[in-house]
């Protein structure tokens, strides 16, 4: 029986000790993973900012769409330019 006791007390230890380093290690590890987390968070890149679409460029004056209106007449008139191209031209000047 003194072997026996002797058996299960040497078991309980090495149980114990296995238990406690195993814990340590754990213990361990997870402060280690917690600061490496926490230094990949300080050194990531910040989210990019949103930028405004810029504002739209300023539509010509009436003057300069007169200009090209009159142009654009005068090209018709030299035969440069067909009916039909005469209008998609105009209708793109008077959109834009």
Do not use: C
Request: charged share 20%.
């Amino acid at each position: 029986m003194p072997g026996l006791l002797r058996g299960v007390a040497r078991t309980a230890v090495v149980a114990g000790t296995a238990t406690a380093v195993s814990n340590r290690v754990s213990r361990r590890q997870a402060g280690r993973w917690a600061d490496q987390q926490q230094q990949q968070q300080q050194y990531a890149e910040p989210p990019p900012q949103q930028y405004a679409p810029p504002p739209p460029a300023p539509q010509a004056g009436m003057d300069d769409k007169l200009a090209q209106l009159k142009e654009l007449g005068e090209l018709k008139a030299a035969g440069v330019l067909s009916e039909l191209e005469f209008e998609q031209q105009k209708a793109r000047i008077l959109a834009g």
